[in-house]
């Protein structure tokens, strides 16, 4: 019910913007996160909106160069990445709360998964 599409190879400094379209279901009333995965790490928390888009969250490791966003007439979240680096390249998902309008960090507050799309960053 979540695809996450947009990544690609990029080299660093470049930008992406990636997509999490929903279907089946509206996540309009939902906080809603993007996580990443990096080859042989733990899926770890990038970004979250709460269901209004009034606010937003974001790790340490991307503040100032992720924007999180949503788009409720589309019932897609965007996240905008500028200044790529190489540490960037995972696989990213995005993840939808049913119980929640708010923002969340914590993985077992989503119920909803994407697939995951792979963003590449070169050096």
């Known amino acids: 019910q979540l695809q996450a599409s947009g990544g690609g190879v990029v080299q660093a400094g470049g930008s992406l913007r990636l997509s999490c379209a929903a279907s089946g279901r509206s996540f309009n009333r939902s906080g809603m996160g993007w996580f990443r995965q990096a080859p042989g790490r733990e899926r770890s928390f990038v970004a979250t909106?709460?269901?209004?888009?009034?606010?937003?969250f974001y790790a340490d490791s991307v503040k100032g160069r992720f924007t999180i966003s949503r788009d409720s007439a589309k019932n897609t979240v965007y996240l905008q990445m500028s200044s790529l680096k190489p540490e960037d390249t995972a696989v990213y998902f995005c993840?939808?709360?049913?119980?929640?309008?708010?923002?969340?960090?914590?993985?077992?507050?989503?119920?909803?998964w994407g697939q995951g799309t792979l963003v590449t960053v070169s050096s």
């Open positions: 993840a939808g709360r049913t119980v929640g309008v708010g923002l969340a960090i914590r993985q077992d507050l989503y119920t909803y």
């Open positions: 909106i709460n269901w209004i888009g009034s606010s937003t």
